[in-house]
């Protein structure tokens, strides 16, 4: 795959990183006793996930099956580095970039490798036809499709560490009672309180 058409998929992966709080590393790490990344793959990280964009050289099956094993052994390398400097288990997302959209004949492929659950989440992406850029499609298409990226629209981005939600007055009160009482007491409680029965006219 060529360096512009590459960088095309970069830009339109990256304002939906940066919504789920994933930035782009500036430089791949260097990963022993695996494949060497693809000129144009590109690493995306948060505290909770890694994804990479592992770019694949024809939509041939048997290519795309050598290229999802390759990305997914150097992704799988990368997680266990990782996690054992970590405190939580990080979740992985493969993009396999494709030249043009599957071969007729990879349509098998394509869905085995989507299916798998093996080490990761994998997706496969490609250039959007004239037809659906004409129709006003973006210029890559299933990026949406990306599990951990295809989210709406939102008025604010994702964070990267947790929080508390707000929550009303009646809620706070039963969280309360649950810290001080345990659930089985609280439940109990529950199921002994009398039902309300409306009057008869």
């Given amino acids: ?5 590459i960088d095309v998929c970069i830009q339109a992966l990256e304002p939906l990183c940066v919504k789920v709080a994933m930035s782009r590393q500036v430089q791949l790490p260097s990963l022993a006793d695996v494949v060497q990344p ?15 964009l592992w770019p694949v050289a024809t939509n041939q099956s048997n290519i795309i099956a050598r290229a ?26 493969l993009v396999l970039a494709l030249p043009a959209a599957p071969a ?4 098998e492929e ?42 709406p629209d939102a008025a604010t981005a994702a964070g990267d560490t947790l929080y508390w939600p707000e929550i009303g007055h009646a809620a706070n ?6 810290q001080e009482r345990g659930a089985s007491a609280v439940a109990r409680a529950d199921a002994e309180e009398q039902i309300p029965t409306r009057g008869t006219a």
């Fill in 1 to 5: 795959m060529n360096g512009p058409a």
């Fill in 38 to 52: 693809p000129a144009g793959a590109t690493l995306w990280s948060s505290g909770y996930a890694r994804l990479l």
């Fill in 68 to 93: 999802a094993d390759e990305g997914e052994g150097w992704l799988d390398a990368l997680l266990a580095q990782t996690e054992t400097l970590s405190t939580v288990p990080l979740d992985g997302y």
């Fill in 104 to 107: 007729p004949e990879a349509d």
């Fill in 110 to 151: 394509v869905r085995k490798v989507e299916l798998s659950a093996r080490i990761c989440r994998k997706h496969l992406v490609w250039p959007s036809s004239a037809e659906a850029l004409a129709a006003g499609a973006g210029p890559w298409a299933r990026i949406a499709d990306i599990t951990a990226l295809g989210l």
């Fill in 173 to 178: 009160a039963l969280w309360l009672d649950l």
